[in-house]
């Protein structure tokens, strides 16, 4: 390898490097886990008033797709692979059948006086290879174990290439539900129900999380119920459900003034207006406000979503023109020429991120690697023994006592069974 090349490798493969990128990857996962994921910008200017710029900034609201977290990654998967490419000569080197390492006469792992024809018995047995040489001979077994490093190197490659392709590649939709509604996914083969949604509080009155207990339906009529959270997601047949956010949408009803005949009744969310044809009146909530207060403007606003003082604002126009505008109570009536109008309560919903991952297959492929890498490295390590003068040395590179005193145990096993 050009010289050049070999330091430019051994540079951007520096273990210094990798600890950095690793501990930078760390921060952002850290990050990702504290704070809610693809929330509103109105949760983090509550939870967080003083970071919401800086989350904002850094997408840190969506931490695990923000290109700041995709470079650091793509930097460690170029660590880690520059990393991988020069040591491979190296275990390449000591994973073929005819090597050994050199021999040291002052080991400390040595087992005195033992016959030659038993011990070359024993290790036949346990399918090491022997080459005789002057003197005594040499063996050796799992030598391929010296790559398990590499293999080991390449799973995490595998992972880390995954985790890039799914926040490049994965496609998302954000959907709302209320309780007792149902969302089907039939290229997907199922369908969820959200059976309850639900807002849990700190003591100052500030969600602390918010939570959906969900039953998923599958095509063949299977079902199993699932809660999921912020930071908690669901998946299920290649779709990722990630709680995002949540609203409230409220009960509006238009009744007939004298006989109380019910006119309208339906759902109507923050913002939203309807049309009541009639009187040709636009009924606009301007907000539910769970806990309202006035500010120094003269503006209603809610102190938290816990339902502590709940009132609507409500404005009505008639042909472009300002008819009224009212500050209520649940229950309370707005009453309009014939009609009376009335919010009559209010039910949160949930927003929810699903997502579709192509990356899933990739990083499964990834930890059979990873695991099968470790495995190697931890079980199948290359172990290797020599015999001279009637004194047998265990040499290995990773758990020398522990495979010292497997051997010894084996021989003295072996020489027992033999005398009886």
């Known amino acids: 390898m050009n010289n050049r090349i070999k330091k430019a490798l051994s540079l951007v493969a520096s273990l210094k490097v990798a600890i950095a990128l690793l501990l930078l990857i760390t921060i952002y996962i850290i990050i990702g886990t504290l704070i809610p994921q693809h929330a509103t910008q109105a949760l983090y200017q509550s939870n967080y008033p003083t970071l919401a710029p800086i989350i904002d900034a850094l997408s840190l609201d969506a931490a695990y797709s923000s290109p700041l977290f995709i470079s650091l990654v793509i930097l460690f998967i170029i660590n880690l692979t520059s990393c991988t490419l020069l040591s491979l000569p190296s275990q390449l080197r000591r994973s073929r059948s ?158 007939q003034a004298e006989t109380g005949e019910s006119l309208v009744s339906g759902l109507i969310r923050n913002g939203n207006t309807y049309f009541y044809q009639p009187h040709h009146l636009n009924i606009m909530l301007y907000g539910y406000f769970p806990n309202m207060d006035i500010d120094v403007n003269q503006m209603p606003y809610s102190i938290n979503n816990r339902e502590d003082n709940p009132f609507y604002a409500v404005v009505l126009t008639q042909f472009g023109v300002n008819v009224g505008s009212y500050i209520i109570e649940p229950g309370q009536v707005i009453p309009y020429e014939d009609i009376a109008i009335t919010f009559t309560g209010s039910t949160p919903y949930t927003g929810i991120v699903v997502r579709s991952d192509p990356s899933y297959p990739i990083v499964v492929a990834g930890f059979i690697i990873l695991t099968f890498g470790m495995f190697m490295s931890f079980y199948l390590y290359p172990r290797f023994l020599f015999y001279t003068n009637g004194k047998l040395y265990a040499e290995s590179g990773k758990n020398g006592w522990v495979f010292y005193q497997a051997i010894k145990s084996g021989i003295t096993a072996q020489r027992k069974t033999g005398k009886q």
């Open 98 to 255: 005819i090597y050994m390492p050199p021999f040291k006469a002052e080991s400390e792992y040595r087992v005195e006086e033992e016959d030659e024809k038993m011990v070359k018995s024993y290790l036949k047995r346990k399918h090491y290879r022997i080459d005789t040489d002057e003197g005594g001979f040499s063996s050796g077994k799992f030598r391929w174990g010296a790559l398990g490093a590499t293999v080991t190197h390449i799973g995490l490659i595998v992972i880390f290439i995954g985790a890039v392709v799914g926040n490049i590649a994965s496609d998302q939709e954000m959907i709302s539900l209320l309780p007792g509604s149902t969302r089907e996914f039939e290229e997907y083969g199922f369908s969820i129900h959200l059976d309850d949604f639900y807002l849990t509080f700190e003591e100052s009155g500030a969600v602390k999380q918010y939570i959906s207990d969900m039953t998923i339906t599958n095509d063949d009529g299977t079902t199993h119920r699932q809660s999921m959270w912020v930071n908690n997601p669901l998946h299920h047949n290649g779709l990722g459900f990630y709680q995002a956010n949540f609203g409230w949408t409220s009960d509006l009803l238009i009744r």
